[in-house]
């Protein structure tokens, strides 16, 4: 199953199912992912989704010259690191952070203004589990000026 | 950010005024003008217009409770807010947990589509300080031209979210949606005058600074009469949205 969640300049957007789940990926995202950030200044927005082993989503979002950014992916516990690549706008793979030991950021600095896709994946765990494992994906972005 | 680094002054008399606020009756007249008041406020206290600031987050918040957005912007943010209007990063700190809970509740809700118009609103009021900012001065070399000219790539992404949003989950049509991606087709013409040209990026690693840098080329091609018509379909947009 795979999911695209808009990203924009100003506003977080956030996909929400169980009100009780999603107010626990809200504090995720604010309290532990933002960290993840730091030196970069947070952009302002949270994008965060309840997330199932073997699932995928993705995100597009502008990114402009003269900026540094720094990526950041986290998952919430029971959920294994999460898998993520970075794709520009003629389908080539610049980042895959399985080559990076499934790294949770990734620095770059555009030289030219770029839409780029970012592509999530909850790897399935060995943990025994009667069902998949759920939980919250947060994909945040810090920023700062060259 | 991107309209304060690349050189543009605050003007308040840009900002939609305050007292509109009442006009703003239907689901999306309220959704579209939250979102539009909530730039404004990024906007003012980007330039630390402190007092101007706790007003306009005042305005967000009666039109939030006009939504029933019950809790997004309650007592305790205001009086947080008013506790750090001297200090810019909580400031924009709480403009963005305040969009956040907004966001979040429509979405629990099943309110996706008032989402999506509310982003709408912000990001056309963006584009409208931006191209009202550049003025008279020539376009040519003008950082802020070439930004306002990048946002065709976020139009794509705006569109994506729109079409998303147009039926529910139980196949019908929101109107709102509708009649938005309609409103939008006039600044879809203005952008199809502007030409962006990305080339594919190589990605160069330095394992100093552990810094990507995405090597590519964007070429840009914006004539000032194409300028004009993207700056008046803007205007066009916004005012009838602001009302």
């Known amino acids: ?146 | 950010m991107l309209i304060k680094s690349a050189g543009a002054e605050y003007n308040e008399q840009l900002l939609n005024p305050l007292k509109n606020v009442d006009k703003y009756t239907t689901n999306k007249s309220m959704a579209l003008n939250l979102g539009i008041y909530t730039t404004d406020l990024s906007f003012c206290s980007l330039f630390d217009q402190t007092q101007t600031s706790l007003s306009y987050m005042e305005a967000t918040r009666k039109l939030a409770e006009g939504m029933d957005i019950r809790d997004a912007i309650d007592e305790e943010t205001m009086i947080r807010l008013e506790d750090n209007l001297n200090n810019r990063d909580v400031v924009m700190d709480i403009i963005s947990e305040t969009f956040l809970n907004s966001s979040s509740y429509l979405k629990e809700n099943e309110r996706q589509a008032v989402a999506a118009i509310v982003l709408v609103g912000g990001w056309i009021e963006g584009l409208y300080l931006a191209t009202q900012l550049v003025g008279e001065k020539p376009i040519e070399g003008n950082k802020l031209v070439d930004r306002i000219a990048e946002q065709k790539l976020s139009f794509s992404i705006v569109d994506r979210m729109l079409e998303d949003n147009r039926v529910n989950e139980k196949g019908e049509e929101n109107l709102d949606i509708v009649s938005l991606i309609n409103d939008l087709q006039g600044l879809r013409n203005a952008y199809n005058g502007i030409i962006v040209q990305t080339s594919a990026v190589k990605v160069e690693a330095d394992n100093t600074t552990n810094v990507s840098t995405l090597k590519s080329q964007t070429k840009i091609t914006v004539t000032p009469e194409a300028f004009t018509g993207l700056r008046d379909a803007v205007n066009s947009l916004r005012s009838n949205f602001i009302l």
Not at chain 1, 82 to 108: C, G, P, S
Not at chain 1, 120 to 133: G, T
Request: neutral net charge; charged residues 25%; glycine residues 4%.
């Open chain 1, 1 to 146: 199953m795979k999911r695209t969640v808009p990203a924009l300049l100003f506003i977080a957007a956030l996909f929400g199912f169980n009100p009780d789940i999603h107010a626990q990926c809200k504090g995720f995202a604010k309290k532990i992912c933002k960290q993840e950030l730091t030196p970069y200044i947070h952009d302002g927005n949270y994008n965060a989704d309840i997330l199932t082993e073997g699932e995928e989503a993705d995100l597009y979002k502008t990114f402009y010259s003269g900026m540094h950014y720094r990526l950041a992916v986290c998952g919430a516990e029971p959920l294994s690191k999460i898998e993520f690549q970075v794709i520009d706008a003629y389908k080539n793979v610049l980042y895959d952070n399985r080559n990076h030991d499934l790294a949770m950021t990734w620095d770059f600095q555009p030289e030219s203004s770029q839409q780029l896709r970012i592509v999530l994946k909850v790897p399935v765990s060995n943990k025994q589990a009667e069902y998949p494992l759920s939980s919250c994906v947060a994909i945040m972005f810090g920023f700062k000026d060259k």
